[in-house]
């Protein structure tokens, strides 16, 4: 069973920078997209950004022009890069991993989550 470990969450201020990390413990076909969600208090799972394995990425409208995603497959290793954070973007932040790159933006199709990391920006 892979298993995926989110690092990286904190308590930051607005405007300040993020790196979050989410390393796979196997490279198998379950990993080909790996993708980053986010659910705040009272309010539903929502997609952020996810990368494919030959390395397409798709961001939500949200955060298209702050957050960033990088993948290094040799270390099995996914990055969330989040610029200019704001007090919305605060939510506990999950890593999930599907063997497709279809529906990406979906809940549906995942088969492995992480644990989840706290992102708390303050305003």
């Known amino acids: 069973q892979v298993q995926l470990v989110e690092t990286g969450g904190g308590l930051v201020q607005a405007g300040a920078s993020l790196r979050l990390s989410c390393v796979a413990s196997?490279?198998?076909?379950?990993?080909?997209?790996m993708s980053w969600f986010r659910q705040a208090p009272g309010r539903e799972r929502e997609f952020v950004v996810g990368i494919t394995w030959s390395g397409k990425s798709v961001l939500a409208d949200s955060v298209k022009d702050r957050f960033n995603i990088s993948r290094d497959n040799v270390k099995n290793v996914v990055y969330l890069h989040m610029n200019n954070l704001k007090a919305d973007d605060t939510a506990v932040y999950y890593c999930?991993?599907?063997?497709?790159?279809?529906?990406?933006?979906?809940?549906?199709?995942?088969?492995?989550w992480g644990q989840g990391t706290q992102v708390t920006v303050s305003s």
């Open positions: 999930a991993a599907k063997g497709s790159a279809v529906r990406v933006e979906s809940t549906q199709g995942y088969k492995i």
């Open positions: 196997a490279r198998t076909n379950i990993v080909y997209t």
